[in-house]
């Protein structure tokens, strides 16, 4: 987010506005964090590890939800005897 405040004449306030601004993006990031380098094998480490975690949570999804028709009916007809 920029902001930028000006007041005056014209000229002083849009070099105001250009100074906020420049400010404000400053501010931004070095709060974000992300203007500062990053280690290319930290980086490589970090989605490795990520692309990991979301490949075994989508084969515990898929041996959880892999069911036949019959299971799916059975699931099914115990959900409506519990109310669900």
Known sequence: ??????????LTALLMLVAT???SYGLFRAISGRGRPVDPEQRREELRRYYMEQRQRARRMAQEFDVSDEEIERRVEEDLRRGR
């Open 1 to 10: 987010m920029i902001i930028g405040f000006g007041f005056g004449n014209p």
């Open 21 to 23: 601004s420049l400010l």
